[in-house]
C-alpha cells in the first residue's frame, strides 16, 4: 500500500483485557512511531523503533504498555490489563528514519480503542 | 521540557479571509518544525516542514513561517475556503519524536 495502515479502525474492550493494535508502515520506512491521541488534544509520543530495536520508549505510561517490532516492518502495539484512561486515538507514523531534518513522519488513519 | 502552544483554540470565519495561525515552542533546538492537518475521525496530513536551517516554506495557499530563536512560528492561509476546515497542529521535532500543540480548530463557512 502507498500509505500507513492501522488494524483495527475501532476496537472496544472491557476494562481489565488485553488488546493489540497493529500497524504497517510504508514500505523502506525504517523508522516507526506510536502516538496516543485523547479527545481535544494534541497527539502525545509514545514509542520510536529504529528497525527492530525501540530507540526511544520514554513515553509509554507504565508497564502495562508494550510495543513490538520483531521483523523491523510490521508493529504491534500491546496493552494489558486495559483501563478506562486508556480510552484515546492510537497513532502510529513511519518515515524515512535517515536522521535528516527534512524526515517526515507519515501518519497512518488510527485506531479507536474505547474501554468500557 | 519542550512545550509546544498553539493560538487561537478555535477560530471562524467567513469563506474567502486571510488567517494566521500561531504556534510558540519552549526549547528552540529543534531538528524541523511540522504543521498538520487532521479532520474528524481521520489521521494527521503533513502540510509543510520547516527545517531548523529555514524561514519559511509555502505550499500552494499555505505559507509557514519559523523563528528559532523566539520559538515561533505561524501558517498563514490564503483566501480561506470551506474545504480549509479541519484542525491544525504544530508539532516540533527536536529528539526523533514530534511534540504537538493542542491545535486550531477551524471553520471557515460559506
Known amino acids: 500500500g502507498a500509505g500507513v495502515s492501522q488494524t483495527p479502525s475501532n476496537k472496544v474492550t472491557e476494562k481489565g483485557k488485553y488488546v493489540e493494535l497493529r500497524c504497517d508502515p510504508i514500505?523502506?520506512?525504517?523508522?516507526l512511531y506510536w502516538y496516543r491521541q485523547s479527545l481535544g488534544q494534541g497527539p502525545e509520543f509514545l514509542i520510536y523503533f529504529q528497525g527492530t530495536g525501540a530507540a526511544d520508549d520514554s513515553g509509554l505510561p507504565n508497564d502495562r504498555f508494550f510495543a513490538v517490532r520483531p521483523e523491523g516492518s510490521v508493529s504491534t502495539l500491546k496493552i494489558q490489563r486495559t483501563e478506562r484512561g486508556d480510552s484515546a486515538v492510537y497513532l502510529c507514523a513511519s518515515s524515512l528514519g535517515e536522521g535528516l531534518t527534512t524526515d517526515t513522519q507519515y501518519f497512518g488513519p488510527g485506531t479507536r480503542l474505547t474501554v468500557l | 521540557k519542550q512545550e509546544v502552544t498553539q493560538i487561537p483554540a478555535a477560530l471562524s470565519v467567513p469563506e474567502g479571509e486571510n488567517l494566521v495561525l500561531n504556534c510558540s515552542f519552549t526549547d528552540s533546538a529543534i531538528y524541523n518544525l511540522q504543521w498538520f492537518r487532521q479532520d474528524p475521525g481521520k489521521g494527521l496530513t503533513s502540510l509543510l516542514l520547516i527545517q531548523s536551517s529555514q524561514r519559511e516554506q509555502t505550499s500552494g495557499r499555505l505559507n509557514a513561517s519559523l523563528d528559532k530563536s523566539s520559538g515561533r512560528s505561524t501558517l498563514y492561509i490564503a483566501a480561506s475556503q470551506p474545504g480549509d476546515s479541519a484542525t491544525y497542529l504544530c508539532a516540533v521535532d527536536n529528539t526523533d519524536k514530534l511534540i504537538f500543540g493542542t491545535g486550531t480548530r477551524l471553520q471557515v463557512f460559506p
Open positions: 514500505s523502506g520506512h525504517t523508522a
